[in-house]
C-alpha cells in the first residue's frame, strides 16, 4: 500500500504561482510513476504532469511552459510548480501515484484561480 498526502492548494489570483507537494509513505519502493491530475466540477479528472522512475516528464498541453514537476527522492516527495495560472486552472488537484499492479490517489487539493 501507498499513501499519498498533498498539500499547498489554495486561492490565487490569475498570473500568480502555487506550488503543491505530494508525500508519499508506504510501499513507495514499487512506485514506477508520481504526478498530478486535476478535476474541474463537471468535467473528467485529466492528467497535468508525471515524472517516471528515471525522470521521465510528461506534460498535458495545456499547462506546457507554465507548469513544472520535480521530485525529492530523499523526502519521496513530488512537487508541481504552477506558474501563470489562469482561471481555467482551477479545479481539485489529485496526487497520483502507480506501480506495477495498483494505482494510488491522494485526497485532492482545491486551486482556484481568480480572474
Known amino acids: 500500500q501507498v499513501q499519498l498526502v498533498e498539500s499547498g492548494g489554495g486561492l490565487v489570483q490569475a498570473g500568480g504561482s502555487l506550488r503543491l507537494s505530494c508525500a508519499a509513505s508506504g510501499n513507495f519502493f514499487s512506485i514506477n510513476s508520481m504526478g498530478w491530475y486535476r478535476q474541474a466540477p463537471g468535467n473528467q479528472r485529466d492528467l497535468v504532469a508525471a515524472?517516471?522512475?528515471?525522470?521521465?516528464?510528461d506534460f498535458a498541453d495545456s499547462v506546457k511552459g507554465r507548469f513544472t514537476i520535480s521530485r525529492d527522492t530523499a523526502k519521496n516527495t513530488v512537487y508541481l510548480q504552477m506558474n501563470s495560472l489562469k482561471p481555467e486552472d482551477t479545479a481539485v488537484y489529485y496526487c497520483?501515484?502507480?506501480?506495477?499492479?495498483?494505482?494510488?490517489w491522494g485526497q485532492g487539493t482545491q486551486v482556484t484561480v481568480s480572474s
Open positions: 515524472i517516471t522512475r528515471s525522470g521521465i516528464t
Open positions: 497520483h501515484a502507480r506501480s506495477s499492479f495498483d494505482d494510488y
